[in-house]
């Protein structure tokens, strides 16, 4: 609409955001507003009239509130001070919340939400460095023709039953289809990683012709340098030869060079997430589910999917030794029945395990100090070797002892009471 003035001009209303203009000149021309014309021609309220008039301005953006305010309260007590739990990346923070919380999503979304939280965006700056950017040249090897082998070592863990331990996961990615396998293991030593090469090599179907590795001290007596070329230890210079693979050392300080492996191995800091939360044995399957998950996920490097491009890989694998060779490198596997009691025994002393394997047959392997106890390929329980005759799980005892008195009022202080007293018996045997 126009207003027209006695003075020579012609001032244009468009819409209501041109009202404090008006408002403006005409007070200068000491001029009424007719305010019931304007709310006919803008065919808007009076009310709105007066409210633009003393310059309300609306919001460019409506404020809406996030799906992800339901969880408010989740978040904020597992960013806090008092948990147990360890998120290093927002992503981690989103996968532990659609695991276990439901949380449905995009990951890009649930990144934008924290970052419009201070409080939850302090948690994920404190203590982060900014490192100067170091410059590295992409490059690809043909399918078949390389592996990258590492450890994550020495994460501290505490079960959910309030043990700290140490523990390691080895990893070993081929380098075309980033195919991965993890192995968890309470230690580092040559048998524990002869082993899970062997059961890597028959799982992919064949050897890679190069395996790209670090200095570590069960493979190298001497390091890498810009200098020299190191000395690969005798032993695991003879498993390479059985197994056909020649050992590719990086120069010692330059962990950038296998960044295939060294660059996912973020994703295992997942395991902080859930500290207090799973046994020995449910954060040995924990660690194969999240290997399962990378294997099938879209990788943003290559374009493919772990697992499809693995067939392809496959094919082009060296073949596997004989079955004499592959059998003298693993850690022997003992088949034995469980009794009646849900005990196996091992060299004269017995190990308990969960009562539903109770007349099944498990696998036994001991080494590093350790029993595992596997059925099939799952490792049902862990035990520390021990000269004493009888060895339970707090859990397992507690499980038969409430099956026996089913309404005894507190079965936790009866089972401590007769564990107790188990020990002092079989002790000195």
């Given amino acids: ?57 609306p919001k460019k953006t409506r404020s809406k509130s996030s799906k992800i305010d339901a969880y408010y309260d989740v978040i904020s007590n597992l960013l806090s001070k008092e948990s147990k739990q360890i998120f290093y990346y927002k992503r981690v923070l989103w996968q532990y919340l659609k695991e276990n919380h439901n949380l449905n999503c995009a990951a890009s979304s649930f990144r934008r939400y924290i970052q419009s939280k201070p409080e939850f965006q302090a948690y994920f700056k404190e203590g982060k460095k900014s490192n100067p950017t170091q410059s590295s040249i992409r490059f690809e090897t043909p399918p078949g023709e390389q592996a990258q082998l590492d450890w994550k070592e020495d994460i501290r863990y505490e079960t ?71 000395i690969v ?47 020995l044995e449910e954060l040995h399957k924990f660690v194969q589910q999240l290997c399962e ?15 499809f491009a693995l067939k392809q890989e496959k094919n082009l694998l060296l073949p596997l030794p004989r079955q004499q060779i592959r059998d003298s490198y693993r850690i022997k596997h003992t088949l034995v029945k469980v009794n009646s009691t849900n005990m196996v025994s091992y060299k004269s002393n017995q190990y308990s395990v969960p009562a539903k394997y109770r007349g099944k047959t498990v696998g036994l392997q001991a080494y590093d100090d350790q029993l595992f106890i596997y059925y099939n390929t799952e490792l049902i329980v862990q035990h520390k070797l021990s000269q004493l005759k009888i060895n339970y799980k707090d859990d397992h005892y507690k499980e038969e002892l409430s099956k026996a008195v089913p309404y005894y009022p507190d079965i936790d202080q009866l089972a401590k009471k007769n564990l107790q007293a188990i020990g002092d018996v079989y002790k000195n045997e």
């Fill in 1 to 57: 609409m126009y207003i027209s003035l006695d003075i020579q001009t012609n001032f244009e209303i468009k819409s209501l955001l041109d009202l404090p203009r008006l408002k403006l000149l005409m007070e200068n021309l000491k001029m009424r507003i007719n305010k019931n014309q304007l709310a006919k021609e803008l065919n808007v309220d009076r009310r709105t009239i007066d409210k633009y008039l003393n310059g309300y301005t």
């Fill in 160 to 230: 959910k039953e309030g043990e700290i331990i140490h523990i390691n996961v080895a990893v070993l990615l081929l380098s075309y289809s980033r195919f991965r396998a993890f192995h968890l293991s309470i230690s580092k030593s040559q048998s524990v990683l002869f082993s899970f090469l062997t059961e890597v090599f028959e799982s992919f179907g064949g050897v890679p012709q190069k395996i790209m590795t670090d200095n570590m001290k069960t493979i190298m007596d001497q390091a890498r340098t810009s200098y020299s070329k190191g």
């Fill in 233 to 279: 230890n005798k032993r695991f210079a003879q498993f390479a030869d059985d197994f056909g693979f020649k050992v590719q050392p990086c120069i010692a300080g330059r962990p950038r060079t296998k960044g295939k492996v060294e660059s996912p191995m973020k994703y295992l800091d997942e395991i902080h997430a859930y500290q207090g939360k799973f046994s």
């Fill in 293 to 307: 998950r990378i294997n099938h996920s879209f990788h943003q490097g290559t374009g493919k999917i772990p697992i």
